[in-house]
């Protein structure tokens, strides 16, 4: 099992980036997604996640009407799309697997996930 996310970088406040978290080893529409962030300093906190069957969604309220997840099962691959992006959304972004199978809701807890990619660093400059 193996999650690698992608297309961090730099942008200015106000921008835009998409993240993508590509998936293997796992059949990824049996499981639920999740997407977390770690800045400088401060302890992890999850920012959105998707789920296995109806594809429910989650956002936390420091992105909510910002951000966008989704997934494309046929390319095993889940997106977090960014808009309007702040400085204080500057941080290590990593994609995690819910360890429950066909969950109807997703979790944004850091315990309830088996498996984490590598992180990709966005950086918003004022």
């Known amino acids: 099992v193996q999650l690698q996310a992608s297309g961090g970088g730099l942008v200015q406040a106000g921008g835009s980036l998409r993240l993508s978290c590509a998936a293997s080893?796992?059949?990824?529409?049996?499981?639920?997604i999740g997407w977390f962030r770690q800045a400088p300093g401060k302890e992890r906190e999850g920012v959105s996640c998707?789920?296995?069957?109806?594809?429910?969604?989650y956002y936390a309220d420091s992105v909510k009407g910002r951000f966008t997840i989704s997934r494309d099962n046929a390319k095993n691959t889940v997106y977090l799309q960014m808009s309007s992006l702040k400085p204080e959304d500057t941080a290590v972004y990593y994609c995690?697997?819910?360890?429950?199978?066909?969950?109807?809701?997703?979790?944004?807890?850091?315990?309830?996930?088996?498996?984490w990619g590598k992180g990709t660093l966005v950086t918003v400059s004022s």
């Open positions: 995690a697997r819910d360890y429950q199978l066909y969950a109807n809701n997703c979790r944004l807890r850091a315990g309830d996930m088996d498996y």
């Open positions: 080893g796992f059949t990824l529409d049996y499981y639920a």
């Open positions: 998707i789920s296995s069957r109806d594809g429910n969604t």
